[in-house]
């Protein structure tokens, strides 16, 4: 699986810091990625003006997967309140059902993920949602915040998806079933 680096890291800054000026509209945005391969990194993130200053949104980001695991970082830079989001979220689903309530029991993944600011003035929030196994179908990263400067703000985050790693239980039967065949094959050549 891989880890977040601080490169990582270091990139979601400068993707955010540089997404800044291109300011866009408020509005729920639902984006579909594309799992091509495993494993994967699927950049994800949003740009919101001035004018929505104090709105809350709730960015969904689906997508489908064969089993696998999944983990993501989520980092907006907040420069006091000139520049900033608040309350900033993740939280993973099932499905692919635009939810801003709490979710249909039986489906939340990850609850709200884990939330750090590094200083009141100038600022990064990261968000991460720790790694989780999942089955194979379709699930929806959802991104919660509030505007909170008054110049807009934005975030950048990055989704891993790792192939499953198989269980142990499946390594025995793995085992036991190749002892079985050399010992069919071994019988067979003794017999002849």
């Given at each position: 699986?891989?880890?977040?680096?601080?490169?990582?890291?270091?990139?979601?800054?400068?993707?955010?810091?540089?997404?800044?000026?291109?300011?866009?509209?408020?509005?729920?945005?639902?984006?579909?990625?594309?799992?091509?391969?495993?494993?994967?990194?699927?950049?994800?993130?949003?740009?919101?003006?001035?004018?929505?200053?104090?709105?809350?949104?709730?960015?969904?980001?689906?997508?489908?997967?064969?089993?696998?695991?999944?983990?993501?970082?989520?980092?907006?830079?907040?420069?006091?309140?000139i520049l900033g989001?608040?309350?900033?979220?993740?939280?993973?689903?099932?499905?692919?059902?635009?939810?801003?309530?709490?979710?249909?029991?039986?489906?939340?993944?990850?609850?709200?993920?884990?939330?750090?600011?590094?200083?009141?003035?100038?600022?990064?929030?990261?968000?991460?949602?720790?790694?989780?196994?999942?089955?194979?179908?379709?699930?929806?990263?959802?991104?919660?915040?509030?505007?909170?400067?008054?110049?807009?703000?934005?975030?950048?985050?990055?989704?891993?998806?790792?192939?499953?790693?198989?269980?142990?239980?499946?390594?025995?039967?793995?085992?036991?079933?190749?002892?079985?065949?050399?010992?069919?094959?071994?019988?067979?050549?003794?017999?002849?």
């Amino acid at each position: 699986m891989k880890l977040i680096t601080r490169k990582t890291l270091l990139s979601i800054s400068l993707v955010v810091a540089f997404g800044i000026p291109s300011f866009g509209a408020l509005a729920d945005n639902f984006t579909t990625l594309s799992v091509v391969s495993l494993p994967a990194s699927l950049t994800y993130g949003n740009t919101f003006a001035s004018s929505v200053s104090g709105t809350t949104f709730w960015d969904d980001y689906i997508f489908t997967i064969p089993n696998g695991s999944v983990n993501s970082v989520t980092s907006s830079i907040n420069l006091d309140s000139i520049l900033g989001l608040s309350d900033l979220r993740a939280r993973l689903y099932t499905g692919d059902t635009h939810q801003i309530t709490s979710v249909v029991p039986g489906t939340l993944m990850s609850e709200w993920g884990t939330t750090v600011n590094y200083s009141p003035t100038v600022s990064a929030t990261t968000v991460v949602l720790n790694p989780l196994a999942l089955n194979a179908g379709t699930y929806t990263l959802q991104i919660k915040g509030t505007v909170s400067g008054l110049g807009g703000g934005s975030y950048a985050g990055i989704l891993n998806i790792a192939p499953a790693v198989p269980e142990p239980d499946t390594y025995a039967m793995l085992v036991a079933g190749m002892g079985l065949v050399g010992f069919m094959s071994r019988r067979r050549n003794k017999k002849t």
